[in-house]
């Protein structure tokens, strides 16, 4: 079964402030200028309470009066980017740094609006002028570790987390970044480490995906029975919280505890009863208690959404555990027409040729594999087993 992307949405967001408190008092003698104050306040007031159309016409007024007004220009780019307007947000932040280089919300906006595309090259680039005049900030340095992280860059994401954690014991954008960082890599002990730390440090607030975070990696280190309690933790927040049902589905599967993984595959069905994955999920527990004829309806019903090579898989097992080897076989063959390059379907016909006494078959079912050129110690194992005769 292929491995979902089931690490939660990522938890290291957090917000640059805006403009308006550092709104200089307006020279009172100048009607023009405390109007343009006037507007100024009022517009990010409206953008702190969301109210973007409201917003949008007290800056708009104020490039009636001034037009390159740096306040006016980021209020626009601001509100654009609230409704996710990266591009038009852009040009209203470009426009601004063109008037006024330098100028730290136009920086900030433009960096998130390229965060926000997938454009991390360019938001670090961003990000870096500022840092070169205060490589001491602490919401930007952890940005561009985010923005490391995001293009796998292992070292200098890692080098500015750890820096802002000397600047800030126990930062928590930092922490959940390592975590994120350690677990993209597969550093899943480490991951842990951190996600604990985070978790220890905030247990009277504790954020659900935190919680999954860590179950994760006791799922993928294989200590399922330490992962239940975490996603049983995050249950108790969110009842139907995906992450955390999935998770206990699959230790419970880790931990050959198939009744109990069915529970939560259904209720992730419950919810999403179109779930092609978590059908196959649930097909393939129910086909290992042995209940072939729920585990075929599950099976069929994702079939019947899109093919699915598992499904398919999981059909041609059913086929294989009732004893009809040939059928099976004839299953599996036409999975290896679809994708030769996987080893799975090999092994599955060489244990039916086995079981029909055909071990020549079996080797031959088996050498093919190899004859593409690609290694598999299953495939290996497989073949020294039956010329050892160490299968019978």
């Known amino acids: 079964m292929s491995e979902l992307d089931l690490q939660p949405p ?5 917000s640059i402030a805006v403009p308006p408190d550092n709104i200089q008092d307006a020279d009172k003698t100048d009607p023009i200028v405390s109007k343009i104050s006037e507007l100024s306040k009022q517009g990010y007031q409206f953008l702190k309470e969301n109210k973007l159309p409201q917003a949008e016409n007290a800056f708009s007024q104020i490039l009636e009066l001034e037009e390159n007004n740096n306040y006016a220009l980021v209020g626009l780019g601001d509100s654009e980017r609230k409704q996710n307007h990266f591009k038009e947000a852009i040009q209203y932040y470009s426009h601004c740094l063109s008037c006024h280089p330098g100028n730290n919300y136009a920086l900030f906006g433009l960096a998130d609006c390229y965060k926000a595309l997938n454009q991390y090259h360019k938001a670090i680039e961003i990000w870096e002028q500022y840092l070169v005049h205060d490589d001491r900030n602490i919401t930007v340095l952890t940005r561009v570790a985010d923005a490391y992280r995001k ?50 440090l905030n247990e009277s607030i504790v954020d659900i995906r935190v919680l999954t975070s860590i179950g994760n990696c006791h799922r993928k280190l294989k200590t399922f029975s330490k992962g239940v309690y975490y996603f049983e933790r995050a249950l108790k927040m969110d009842p139907d919280n995906f992450y955390a049902l999935f998770g ?18 259904n209720k992730i069905l419950a919810m999403d009863p179109n779930n092609k994955v ?28 899109d093919f699915d090579i598992y499904a398919a898989l999981g059909l041609a097992l059913i086929c294989k555990g009732k004893g009809s080897y040939q059928e099976a076989i004839e299953r599996l063959s036409s999975l290896i027409r679809n994708d030769p390059k996987n080893y799975r379907p090999y092994i599955d016909i060489a244990d039916c040729y086995i079981k029909m006494n055909k071990k020549e078959d079996a080797v031959d079912i088996l050498k093919s594999f190899q004859r593409q050129g690609i290694r598999s110690q299953a495939i290996n194992d497989m073949i020294e087993k039956i010329q050892n005769e160490k299968i019978a």
């Open 10 to 14: 990522d938890i290291t967001e957090n």
């Open 151 to 200: 293009i796998r860059d292992f070292k200098k994401s890692k080098q500015l987390y750890l820096k802002v954690l000397d600047m800030e014991n126990n930062n928590a954008y930092a922490l959940i970044g390592l975590g994120h960082l350690h677990y993209d890599f597969q550093e899943y002990r480490d991951a842990l480490f951190y996600w604990t730390k985070m978790l220890d």
């Open 248 to 265: 206990l589905a699959d230790c419970y599967r880790g931990m050959n505890q198939q009744y109990r993984s069915i529970e939560y595959w």
């Open 278 to 305: 978590i059908l196959t999920r649930a097909g393939d527990a129910y086909r290992n208690t042995g209940d072939y004829e729920t585990a075929e309806k599950y099976y069929s019903k994702a079939m019947d959404i």
